[in-house]
């Protein structure tokens, strides 16, 4: 397995799973969401379940074997100042810039806009990795997740 074209193609496929497909659903309650997109010869499909409160998996596939994943949750914390649908927006918006900072698979190390400030820390590789990633707004935390995955074998 080239494991260079497969990293390769994970940070081109990211922000077309992840951002096509939440970004029209960001205001209304998700019970299930699927999305498929390929790169020759790698097949990637998402699916997620919830809104607030999520979870989901992108599996990566070649010739129809499952080689990769990624299994993610979060959460946006219940509090009266925070706005559900834009806190979801930029999540998505930030997990666009995952393809130019190769240090996760989720999203950027760090991505601000306005008031928002996304952070990621990963640690592993491609072969077995985890993470955690957290939306801050004035320096309070207003959303909290994790990741992992790696190689499937």
């Known amino acids: 397995m080239n494991l260079s074209r497969l990293q390769e193609s994970i940070q081109l496929a990211i922000p077309?799973?992840?951002?096509?497909?939440?970004?029209?659903?960001?205001n209304t309650t998700i019970t299930k969401y699927e999305k498929s997109y390929s790169i020759h010869p790698y097949?990637?499909?998402?699916?997620?379940?919830?809104?607030?409160?999520?979870t989901?998996?992108?599996?990566?596939?070649?010739?129809d074997?499952?080689?990769?994943?990624?299994m993610f949750n979060g959460n946006v914390l219940d509090r009266p100042e925070v706005n559900i649908q834009h806190t979801l927006r930029f999540l998505l918006s930030s997990i666009q810039f995952a393809s130019?900072?190769?240090?996760s698979f989720r999203g950027p190390?760090?991505?601000?806009?306005?008031?928002?400030?996304?952070?990621?820390?990963?640690?592993?590789?491609?072969?077995?990795?985890e993470?955690?990633?957290w939306i801050e707004i004035d320096k309070q935390v207003i959303?909290?997740?994790?990741?992992?995955?790696?190689?499937?074998r």
């Open 16 to 26: 077309y799973v992840f951002g096509d497909a939440w970004l029209h659903h960001a």
């Open 100 to 103: 130019s900072d190769h240090s």
């Open 56 to 63: 989901g998996w992108l599996m990566v596939f070649e010739q």
């Open 109 to 129: 190390s760090e991505h601000s806009d306005g008031n928002f400030r996304y952070r990621s820390t990963q640690i592993g590789t491609i072969d077995d990795f």
């Open 43 to 54: 097949t990637f499909q998402l699916t997620a379940y919830g809104y607030q409160q999520y």
């Open 143 to 152: 959303y909290r997740g994790a990741y992992n995955g790696g190689l499937i």
């Open 131 to 133: 993470g955690r990633e």
């Open 65 to 70: 074997q499952p080689i990769w994943n990624l």
